[in-house]
């Protein structure tokens, strides 16, 4: 089977570029304009997972972030990369200068301006990734929580969890203990201290045993303060782990149970809804009611027609003497027909003689 062609040759003699030095040369230019594209080791940011639409994630994303990031940091301001102050003005009167400074302002304004949030790839499907600038992931993410939580108000459609990044490293264990040691002073070192869980989370690695991950990370806390416990059920501290092929993701996060898990589909909706409640138990409790109620019929007509049966057969006791009276009046009970006999028997007699 032949392989397919990359170049192809034109008229002129000259030859067409193939699909793939185009790509290759798009992502070079990216790269080159916007600082890194892929989810890597020392990045910052927010990992948000969604439900087969990325494109639509990034851009609730982006509406989302900018919404609270300009209420809690104000307006964005740009910067752009590798801004270099103008030179003097005696330099304008050079030619080359000149030119030079002509190229670099051309430069300058065609370069992608460095974003407060900027979507690079993470490198998994329905996972991305979204670089952050100057702010802090986890109080930006645990304050659109803490607002979404309160006003129960749905304000996303393809989002679903939003999970802030405090910091990334290389994904294996001798790299993730040394780099766990100095992140997790500033939450668990004396005198800070507190209960805490270990959530993991592998996509696209095979080489990360998860329980050898949590014993290792679980002693590292436990050696920062020996006072800090591990509670699974409601803890102050829950230590995201996020291992996205070689690059692992880790941050600290309050209310995690609270905010059920940080899901933005599900914090908007009442843990306990008095109304969804009422009508589940209601609906058990007329259920049962009803059950009741039917129960108490059948016991009260089985009890009715337990106390009837006596009187019944009382009844039937004393209607049997009336109720046969061939045997009961065996005696002469029936005085018409005693007569009827003996006067029968009497013209009989009467004949014959």
């Known amino acids: ?53 990325e494109r639509k994630c990034v851009e609730e994303a982006y509406s989302l972030l900018n919404e609270y990031g300009d209420d809690m940091y104000g307006p964005e301001k740009f910067t752009d990369k590798d801004q270099q102050p103008s ?41 991305v990734f979204i670089r952050t600038l100057g702010i802090e992931p986890e109080k930006l993410v645990h304050h659109i929580l803490q607002d979404m939580y309160k006003t129960k108000k749905k304000k996303t459609r393809v989002i679903l969890r939003m999970l802030p990044i405090s910091g990334t490293c290389k994904a294996f264990l001798e790299d993730m203990k040394k780099y766990a040691q100095t992140f997790l002073e500033p939450w668990f070192k004396t005198p800070n201290k507190g209960t805490f869980q270990i959530v993991y989370k592998s996509r696209n690695n095979s080489h990360v045993n998860r329980e050898e991950v949590i014993r290792e990370l679980a002693g590292i806390v436990c050696t920062l303060n020996s006072e800090n416990k591990v509670d699974l059920t409601n803890p102050q501290y829950t230590v995201v782990v996020e291992i996205i092929k070689a690059v692992c993701c880790l941050s600290v996060v309050k209310d995690y149970m609270l905010f059920r898990k940080y899901n933005l589909q599900e914090v908007v909706k009442s843990p306990k809804d008095p109304s969804q409640l009422n009508s589940k138990q209601g609906n058990g409790k007329e259920a049962k009611l009803e059950s009741a109620d039917k129960s108490d019929q059948s016991n009260t007509a089985e009890g009715k027609n337990n106390q009837q049966v006596p009187e019944n057969t009382e009844e039937l006791e004393q209607t049997k003497p009336t109720s046969n009276p061939q045997v009961v009046n065996e005696g002469g009970a029936k005085p018409e027909l005693a007569s009827q006999a003996t006067e029968g028997s009497k ?7």
């Open 1 to 53: 089977m032949a392989a397919p062609a990359q170049s192809t040759t034109q008229p002129g003699g000259g030859k067409r570029k193939g699909k793939a030095q185009y790509v290759l040369a798009k992502r070079a230019r990216r790269c080159d304009a916007g600082g890194p594209r892929q989810l890597e080791p020392g990045l910052q940011g927010i990992l948000i997972t969604c439900n087969m639409n």
């Open 87 to 127: 030179g003097s003005e005696g330099e304008d009167d050079d030619v080359e200068a000149a030119l030079k400074k002509e190229v670099g302002d051309i430069k300058a304004s065609t370069e992608l301006r460095l974003r407060r949030f900027q979507s690079v790839e993470s490198g998994a499907n329905n996972v």
């Open 347 to 353: 013209s009989n007699e009467n004949d014959l003689s």
